[in-house]
């Protein structure tokens, strides 16, 4: 089995990092490779910047070959996760939409942690357009950490996580979603500093990437997911 990775934002050290969490989460015999937006943003950190990231997310994935057995979207948004799902035969899983359905058997409701307050909306919008508002019980914030945690400030953005993990049982929330890729990789240290159980979405979109492989699943193309009508070249 063979998954493709591909981070919508443009720094190869995310990808990296995404590829490390894929790796571990992975069961064996599977194969994965990292794939960069590189004509993408640096970040997704804003609506516009999710939007600059989707066009050539879209254009590059249809192309890549040898063609993967399923696809991880490797950033906590949208930048056009319907439209690679509409070109794409194979599965397509945003890691976004895997963590809270991997989320919903364990928890009454889940709080998500983003990588800055002003992705707070973009966050709440995002919870919405997945469908699963009402198992939200909020989102909340820390100040952008570095892409490697093995800078300075490591411990910094560490202490800001534990801390609002133990704000958001205030909310109702029993379990904690990490909003975003750079913030993946601090998932281990988190859980040995608080009893609330914090999902990691790299690997549930890997692990889910799998057993959808295994199950022979992949979007429906009768509605939503159906090709685009016209030619994709026809669309610029």
Same mark, same amino acid.
């Given at each position: 089995?063979?998954?493709?990775?591909?981070?919508p934002?443009?720094?190869?050290?995310?990808?990296?990092?995404c590829?490390?969490?894929?790796?571990?989460?992975?069961?064996?015999?599977?194969?994965?490779?990292?794939? @960069?937006?590189?004509?993408?943003? $640096?970040?997704?950190?804003?609506?516009? #910047?999710? /939007?600059?990231?989707?066009?050539?997310?879209?254009?590059?994935?249809?192309?890549?070959?040898?063609?993967?057995?399923?696809?991880?979207?490797?950033?906590?948004?949208? /930048?056009?996760?319907?439209?690679?799902?509409?070109?794409?035969?194979? $599965?397509?899983?945003?890691?976004?939409?895997?963590?809270?359905?991997?989320?919903?058997?364990?928890?009454?409701?889940?709080?998500?942690?983003?990588?800055?307050?002003?992705?707070?909306?973009? @966050?709440?919008?995002?919870?919405?357009?997945?469908?699963?508002?009402?198992?939200?019980?909020?989102?909340?914030?820390? #100040?952008?950490?570095?892409?490697?945690? #093995?800078? $300075?400030?490591?411990?910094?953005?560490?202490?800001?996580?534990?801390?609002?993990v133990?704000?958001? @049982?205030?909310?109702?929330?029993?379990?904690?979603?990490?909003?975003?890729?750079?913030l993946?990789? /601090?998932?281990?240290a988190?859980?040995?500093?608080?009893?609330?159980?914090?999902?990691?979405?790299?690997?549930?979109?890997?692990?889910?990437a799998?057993?959808?492989?295994?199950?022979?699943?992949?979007?429906?193309?009768?509605?939503?997911?159906?090709?685009?009508?016209?030619?994709?070249?026809?669309?610029?």
């Amino acid at each position: 089995m063979r998954i493709l990775v591909a981070n919508p934002n443009a720094t190869e050290a995310i990808t990296d990092a995404c590829l490390a969490l894929a790796r571990a989460a992975a069961s064996p015999g599977t194969e994965l490779a990292g794939w @960069t937006n590189r004509q993408g943003p $640096p970040i997704i950190d804003s609506f516009y #910047s999710d /939007y600059m990231a989707g066009r050539p997310l879209a254009r590059a994935v249809v192309d890549i070959r040898p063609l993967p057995d399923a696809v991880v979207l490797a950033g906590f948004g949208n /930048y056009g996760t319907a439209a690679v799902k509409e070109i794409l035969d194979v $599965p397509v899983i945003a890691m976004a939409e895997a963590a809270m359905a991997f989320a919903m058997p364990f928890c009454h409701r889940f709080a998500i942690v983003t990588t800055s307050p002003r992705m707070i909306p973009y @966050t709440q919008d995002l919870v919405t357009f997945l469908g699963f508002d009402a198992h939200c019980a909020g989102v909340r914030a820390v #100040s952008m950490p570095p892409p490697d945690p #093995s800078q $300075p400030g490591h411990e910094r953005v560490l202490d800001q996580l534990a801390e609002e993990v133990g704000r958001v @049982t205030e909310t109702g929330a029993d379990l904690v979603i990490l909003g975003g890729a750079l913030l993946s990789p /601090y998932a281990g240290a988190l859980r040995a500093r608080t009893p609330v159980p914090v999902i990691e979405p790299v690997a549930c979109a890997v692990q889910m990437a799998e057993a959808v492989v295994r199950l022979d699943l992949r979007q429906s193309k009768l509605r939503k997911f159906a090709p685009p009508p016209r030619r994709l070249a026809e669309y610029g």
